[in-house]
């Protein structure tokens, strides 16, 4: 069998494409075109998108019509459908690929015992894979991501993130966006980094938000996902932020969760903020919300004495009373303006594991 024979193109072409050639060679507008066929106009227009089918009547009628025999137009009917079968499966397919499946249901997003492509579709509640690149499209394509050079994140892992997110948080009943309200909790919510387990002060950190309008959720990430937070505004009366514990440490989490909010409250993005994905963002608001986190856990009148600390232990925990944070915090702070490295003094900070944050 030949090349030629066995060649089989990623794209279809639908009826209406062969009726809109013959409308055009004889000059007939597509008015005139339904008035012939005694049809509305909205139908003319998805029979020549491709969206009804040429049943047997509508056969007869394109060849009273047009010309061509009516089996001509059936098996041209026919073709298009096969062929967007064919093409609707492989899309199908390549889209799956691009997903954390093993993950989504490892964490119980979907359950993978049924129809693995519908349950996807239904998890992100959209009919089929052209309308989740759209909507998708649309949502990343605008994203602000704070720069991270180690590591790199995958589209569909980062999608998939966010969507279990928009559906965890729609499930938290929130009263009403308050942005007063948030920036008066936000400095009330300081002592929560003290507590040393997550299944103690992540309740209390929900339902705070939530009393002033924003849906708190913590969501592990999918491999291929390097997300560390989320933000935005999915009403005008309601916030999303998500959370997903990335470095499992204190000082990481709670600097993450105030930078987070005060994307919320400096910038009021309809459209998702993600932090910690490798594309560089708005340079601008993301050292806003990093200098808004950095001065409600260390206020700027503290710095001087926090510059000082270097390496004396005592000093750390003293200080940390002081600034109502805990030392890990204090520690990760004093890494970050340089004070002292990386890799020193890290035992003050707190280590989680996912048992303990999976309240």
């Keep these: 069998m030949s090349e030629t024979s066995t060649f089989r193109p990623n794209w279809t072409s639908p009826p209406g494409e062969t009726i809109l050639d013959i409308l055009n060679e004889r000059q007939l507008s597509v008015g005139l075109f339904a008035k012939k066929l005694n049809q509305s106009p909205k139908y003319i227009d998805g029979l020549l998108q491709g969206y009804e089918i040429i049943s047997t009547d509508v056969a007869e009628m394109l060849e009273a019509t047009l010309g061509g025999s009516s089996d001509f137009w059936l098996a041209r009917e026919f073709q298009y459908r096969e062929d967007l079968e064919r093409i609707t499966k492989l899309e199908t397919d390549l889209w799956l690929k691009e997903l954390p499946i093993k993950d989504m249901i490892s964490f119980g997003w979907i359950s993978g015992t049924k129809g693995l492509a519908s349950e996807c579709l239904s998890f992100f509640n959209v009919s089929n ?14 994203t602000s991501f704070r720069k991270s050079d180690a590591f790199k994140s995958e589209y569909g892992a980062v999608a998939a993130w966010l969507r279990q997110g928009e559906i965890l948080g729609a499930k938290i009943d ?12 936000l400095e009330e919510l300081k002592p929560l980094t003290r507590k040393k387990n997550p299944k103690d002060f992540l309740p209390a950190l929900v339902n705070a938000c939530a009393n002033c309008g924003v849906a708190l959720a ?28 990335r470095y499992l ?12 909010s005060g994307h919320i409250l400096l910038h009021r993005s309809k459209m998702a903020i993600v932090e ?12 806003e919300a990093n200098l808004f986190a950095g001065e409600l856990l260390i206020p700027h009148s503290l710095q001087q004495k926090l510059s000082k600390i270097r390496g004396n232990k005592r000093d750390i925990i003293n200080f940390a ?18 004070y002292i490295d990386k890799k020193y003094l890290n035992a003050f900070k707190r280590r ?4 303990d944050i999976n309240t």
């Excluded at 600034?323 to 702070?333: D, E, K, L, N, R």
């Excluded at 989680?352 to 048992?355: E, M, T």
């Design 321 to 338: 009373m002081i600034a109502g944070v805990s030392p890990g915090i204090v520690v990760g702070q004093m890494q970050h303006y340089g």
């Design 129 to 142: 894979v052209k309308t989740w690149r759209t909507s998708h499209n649309e949502t990343l394509a605008v």
């Design 174 to 185: 929130c009263r009403p966006w308050n942005s007063n309200l948030f920036e008066k909790t």
């Design 249 to 260: 440490s204190d000082d990481q989490f709670w600097f993450t969760f105030f930078h987070e």
């Design 352 to 355: 989680f594991n996912w048992d």
């Design 276 to 287: 910690g994905l490798i594309e560089g963002g708005d340079f601008e608001r993301e050292k």
């Design 218 to 245: 913590i969501i592990r990430t999918p491999s291929g996902c390097r997300a560390s937070g989320a933000t935005r505004f999915v009403s005008e009366n309601r916030a999303l932020l998500l959370l997903s514990f």
